[in-house]
């Protein structure tokens, strides 16, 4: 029998994560039970095509073909003894304001393709990075982020955050180590960075930044949202935890707001010593000592019983089931952005109305080599452009276009483009702007899976009446 299947002393959520490390092919689960119906664990070694069609859920025998919806706030018990017993171990669901079986299946898929040892989803990319900091941060206590990152996280991090008693303390990406480490103080609990920047598409040096983060005993966090986990997997090149804004590439269909944020178990919170949250007892949670309780789970563990037990911004099962549809063709979908960009790239920066075309995979880039290390297969479906004459003219162009359309939103399966500078980085100051690499011409295009002759030909009629 499946190790996981008698282990009766872990909790619900630990033994579905372990699901993901702990396959044995010749052992399958007979446990008839809802949580066991969904702890099929996918063989760790399949390719990530494999995963995002398997991993998290593989139906037995007679079992439904695709993720079942279990559209339920709560599970019944038969005694008050049970659920006294849940309480103190949940392992089983019973709440779903912090675990349900169709999220659970995600959480699994998800794990399995960042390579993680477990995952939790929220109900946006927004709360995945609050709660991915607020999981390691107190009032007091500082976090240092490259300054290249979504206009909403600068929001977050440099004013929320700040409410909260939290100091963001701002580095250039491209800094020396030396540099960098001088923003780190005895406060700071962690490394913030983007893969590809939204939309300044600077590439992340990963690997600089976790060997910094971790010659000062605290943990690198990565937004992997743009890149996917089809063109990089974060947790290889040594960052610890990796988060999602899920609404983008993942869902990929425009049909959920939604995030997750993944655990390495990479870092190791006790020889660390910054981390008491992880090391002494937890008085919320019946004097828990996550670390010894959890071990390399210690991380996500604690996300979900304590912040997301609090905080609530837990996804809809129904969401969660959204987001699958998108995650099997992630694979498919990531190829063409790429290509199709590509196409868009070669093109605009033939035009004489545009001042410069920003999109990692050029060659000319600035940013091509840590692409060609960090994002071998492409470097997404974004591309920014500055268009000459500034902001009056990036007007023009984007309301001239027939195809594409105007949102905020980004990494959809349709062709959209945004100002930044007027939208999602219009709280921003000049300053801010300039240092998250956007200027008033600055458009960012999103390049979609239309045929890339109907896109072609719309981006140049536009241009044509700038
Ligand atoms: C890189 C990145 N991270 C996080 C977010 C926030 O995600 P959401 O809009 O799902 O809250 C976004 C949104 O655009 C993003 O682009």
Same mark, same amino acid.
């Given at each position: 029998?499946n190790k ?9 959520i ?6 993901v490390?702990d396959?044995?092919?010749?052992? !399958? ?15 760790? #070694? ?5 995963? &995002? ?10 079992? +439904? ?16 003894? *049970? ?48 709660? =991915?900091?607020?999981n390691l ?5 500082s976090?240092?982020?490259? =300054?290249?990152i ?6 977050l991090?440099g004013?929320t ?6 100091? &963001? ?11 960098? =480490?001088?923003a ?9 960075g ?9 590439? $992340?040096?990963?690997?600089? $930044?976790?060997?910094?983060a ?9 937004d ?7 063109? &990089?997997?974060?947790?290889?090149f ?20 939604g ?7 990479? $870092? ?11 090391t002494?007892?937890?008085? =919320?949670?019946?004097?828990v ?25 837990? !996804?809809?099962?129904?969401?969660a089931f ?17 290509? #199709? ?19 990692p ?11 060609k290390?960090?994002?071998? #297969? ?18 023009? $162009? ?21 100002? +930044? ?11 801010q702007? *300039?240092?998250a ?17 109907d ?12």
């Amino acid at each position: 029998m499946n190790k996981m299947c008698y282990n009766s002393i872990i909790f619900f959520i630990i033994k579905t994560q372990l699901a993901v490390h702990d396959f044995e092919q010749s052992c !399958p689960c007979t446990a008839d039970t809802l949580e066991e119906f969904f702890m099929q664990p996918c063989n760790p #070694n399949a390719k990530l095509e494999t995963k &995002c069609l398997h991993a998290g859920y593989t139906p037995k025998n007679g079992g +439904p073909g695709t993720v079942p919806i279990v559209q339920s706030t709560t599970y019944r018990f038969d005694s008050t003894e *049970k659920v006294a017993e849940l309480f103190d171990m949940p392992m089983e669901p019973m709440y779903s304001r912090f675990a349900n079986p169709t999220c659970d299946a995600v959480e699994q898929k998800i794990a399995a393709l960042e390579g993680g040892v477990g995952a939790m989803l929220t109900s946006s990319g927004q709360a995945a990075s609050l709660l =991915s900091v607020l999981n390691l941060c107190s009032a007091g206590d500082s976090i240092v982020s490259v =300054s290249t990152i979504y206009g909403g996280t600068v929001n977050l991090f440099g004013v929320t955050l700040k409410r909260f008693g939290i100091e &963001c303390i701002w580095v250039d990406p491209l800094a020396d180590e030396e540099t960098i =480490s001088q923003a780190i103080k005895p406060n700071t609990k962690l490394i913030f960075g983007e893969t590809i920047a939204n939309p300044a598409l600077t590439v $992340f040096d990963i690997e600089k $930044f976790a060997k910094i983060a971790h010659a000062h005993q605290i943990p690198l966090i990565v937004d992997n949202t743009f890149a996917t986990p089809i063109l &990089c997997r974060p947790i290889e090149f040594g960052a610890d935890i990796v988060i999602h804004s899920t609404t983008k590439y993942m869902d990929g269909h425009a049909l959920q707001c939604g995030g997750v944020i993944v655990d390495g178990g990479t $870092f190791d919170w006790e020889k660390s010593g910054k981390f008491p949250d992880f090391t002494e007892p937890d008085e =919320s949670y019946h004097g828990v000592v996550y670390t010894r309780e959890f071990g390399k789970m210690a991380y996500i563990i604690k996300a979900r019983m304590q912040l997301m037990r609090d905080f609530g911004c837990y !996804p809809a099962a129904h969401s969660a089931f959204l987001l699958n549809l998108g995650l099997e063709t992630l694979p498919v979908r990531m190829k063409q952005y790429c290509e #199709n960009a590509m196409a868009v790239a070669k093109m605009l920066k033939q035009s004489d109305k545009i001042a410069s075309v920003t999109y990692p995979n050029l060659p000319d880039d600035p940013y091509h080599e840590m692409a060609k290390k960090y994002l071998p #297969n492409g470097t997404c479906g974004v591309i920014s452009i500055s268009i000459k004459g500034g902001r009056e003219a990036a007007v023009r $162009f984007m309301d001239a276009l027939q195809l594409a359309s105007i949102e905020v939103h980004v990494a959809d399966i349709r062709t959209c483009v945004l100002h +930044p500078a007027s939208a999602t980085h219009r709280q921003l100051t000049e300053e801010q702007l *300039k240092a998250a690499g956007i200027d008033g011409g600055l458009i960012r295009i999103s390049v979609g899976l239309e045929n890339i002759e109907d896109i072609l030909a719309d981006l140049q009629q536009a241009l044509e009446r700038v």
